[in-house]
């Protein structure tokens, strides 16, 4: 069995500051929620994750400006624990 560690980040932005926190916790949730489910690629190839770590609080990143649009950002880091079925 190959199990791999990969890095991954999530970005979230919102219209508001709280609208992109908010948002930003439920993922967060979701991603610690994470246990032993299998994700299918496509027919010949799944892949089990173990669980998902994250490596820190959201993190807020401020705001991007988008011509007339503002929008608050946030970021979620994570390793992920899993293995090639």
Do not use: C, W
């Not at 991603?31 to 010949?44: K, Y």
């Not at 007339?68 to 880091?77: E, Q, Y």
Request: proline residues 2%.
């Amino acid at each position: 069995e190959q199990i791999i560690h990969p890095g991954v980040q999530v970005m979230v932005r919102g219209l508001t500051y709280l609208d992109g926190r908010e948002k930003a916790e439920a993922v967060a949730s979701a991603l610690d929620a994470q246990r032993r489910t299998t994700v299918v690629m496509d027919s010949a190839s799944s892949y089990l994750l173990h669980n998902v770590s994250r490596t820190g609080d959201i993190i807020p990143l401020g705001v991007e400006q988008e011509g007339d649009r503002r929008r608050h950002l946030f970021s979620i880091n994570a390793v992920v624990t899993m293995s090639i079925n």
